[in-house]
């Protein structure tokens, strides 16, 4: 407890000096400040959170511990008028008591512990708890990471589980909740392959679609297993990205102030044309060029049945049995990994990047290489500009990136660099000086998301 407090109290006064510019004597409010100091700010902001996350969890923990039920009358939540730990937790920190419990969880996930002996053991979690202590992660991912490594303990061994421990609070860092839900999903699917199949039959026995009509609209309410899914959403995916390509082309100057539709609006809009098309529509122009379901196996998972596939664009690797069914069937595209391939460099002779070379890069990066938006939302780009710096159209020299992470990359002045070759190369992104003057390199691609990569 005594480090986590000491972090806290290094994280506030690095955020108050900071704030206040360092040897100014008054601080301002936050539109008066710079660049510089507003990413600073929001820095510190998120140690000061994470360290505070860790002070609280262990809290927690210790509130619960003193709240049991064979305590009775002395339990201290009752003491404080409150039902349970849960309750007294939520209320004080002003969350919902789902939450309380998680947040037990995770203190007693990075608590010290002692054996029956009386010698000290370490925590539970031990990397969890060393990535709360240090601020590197939050209570949230924290409590990602702990409940899914319970979740398979009884299904896994510990040698693994520990190894996928220290690879997901390594890798938690600069991640967002969602993608790092991606990662815990994939580690999941490693440590208990044997249950990946059993839980996707489970999973489609479980599916339906409720069509109601409601105050004048089709009210749509349904669930479709993973991998049968994905071809539903790649279509969508596919007709929203072609909106937005329209849209970009179409921008003309003093149109700023146009209301763009939403993506949820976008996506019901791709819904109905999809049936319209299928119903026997006249036109024959609906915008799934490219939108391809691209299954990934190793070829063991092909011939032999054993492993786990990944589909771009879905988060949740599938078992082999589901690879094997997408490889048989029509409008799939499995790529094999280690098996024969097409040559993917053309050097100048060609401008554009060829389809089996976005498939390559797809396979390399995952979809956008900074973001990880699906490759249905990215286009292939020359790290070494085609006209400017005479590049050349080889997979080593290109990389997926959408539309925002391209202008992102080019106009703040980003580099990024290839490790490696071919499909099992590494992106890197170097930050300018601006945004971390030690241009320490941050891993992108698949590889950042994806945790067969570690």
């Not at 990413?39 to 902001?45: E, F, G, H, T």
């Not at 071919?422 to 941050?442: E, L, M």
């Amino acid at each position: 407890m005594q480090d986590l407090l000491t972090g806290l109290e290094d994280a506030v006064a690095a955020l108050r000096q900071v704030w206040t510019g360092g040897d100014q004597v008054a601080a301002g409010p936050a539109s008066e400040l710079n660049h510089p100091q507003l990413a600073w700010v929001l820095d510190r902001l998120g140690a000061v959170t994470r360290q505070v996350d860790g002070v609280r969890a262990q809290v927690a923990a210790e509130v619960d511990r003193e709240s049991r039920r064979e305590l009775g009358a002395d339990s201290l939540a009752k003491e404080q008028g409150y039902r349970n730990a849960a309750a007294m937790i939520a209320a004080v920190t002003g969350i919902g008591a789902g939450e309380a419990h998680r947040v037990v969880a995770v203190g007693r996930a990075i608590a010290p512990r002692q054996a029956l002996t009386g010698e000290p053991l370490p925590a539970k979690h031990p990397f969890v708890a060393e990535g709360v202590h240090s601020g590197s992660i939050g209570q949230l991912a924290a409590g990602m990471i702990v409940t899914m490594l319970d979740r398979v303990a009884v299904r896994s061994q510990p040698d693994d589980r520990e190894r996928v421990e220290q690879v997901l609070v390594a890798r938690a860092p600069g991640l967002t909740l969602d993608q790092l839900r991606k990662l815990v999903a994939h580690a999941e699917a490693w440590l208990d392959q044997d249950g990946v199949e059993p839980t996707e039959r489970e999973r489609r026995d479980a599916e339906y679609l409720h069509l109601v009509e409601r105050d004048g609209f089709l009210v749509i309410d349904g669930k479709l297993e993973i991998s049968r899914g994905a071809a539903v959403k790649v279509a969508i995916d596919a007709l929203v990205s072609a909106v937005f390509r329209s849209k970009r082309d179409d921008v003309t100057e003093g149109d700023d102030d146009v209301v763009r539709p939403s993506v949820p609006k976008l996506q019901a809009e791709a819904l109905i044309q999809l049936a319209e098309h299928a119903l026997g529509c006249t036109k024959k122009d609906l915008p799934l060029a490219g939108a391809t379901v691209v299954v990934r196996m190793d070829l063991e998972t092909l011939t032999a049945g054993a492993g786990l596939a990944e589909i771009d664009g879905i988060a949740a690797p599938i078992s082999a049995a589901g690879a094997r069914h997408f490889a048989a069937a029509a409008g799939i595209i499995p790529v094999v990994l280690d098996g024969e391939s097409e040559v993917m460099d053309w050097g100048r002779e060609k401008r554009l990047f060829t389809r089996a070379q976005q498939l390559a890069l797809a396979e390399r990066d995952g979809g956008c290489a900074m973001c990880n938006l699906p490759p249905s939302m990215t286009k292939a780009h020359h790290l070494n500009w085609w006209a400017r710096d005479h590049g050349e159209t080889d997979i080593d020299e290109g990389v997926l990136l959408c539309e925002p992470c391209h202008h992102h990359v080019h106009d703040n002045g980003w580099e990024i660099r290839i490790e490696g070759h071919g499909v099992k190369a590494r992106v890197w992104f170097i930050p300018p000086v601006t945004v971390d003057p030690a241009q320490t390199p941050r891993l992108g691609g698949r590889a950042r998301f994806c945790y067969r990569a570690a």
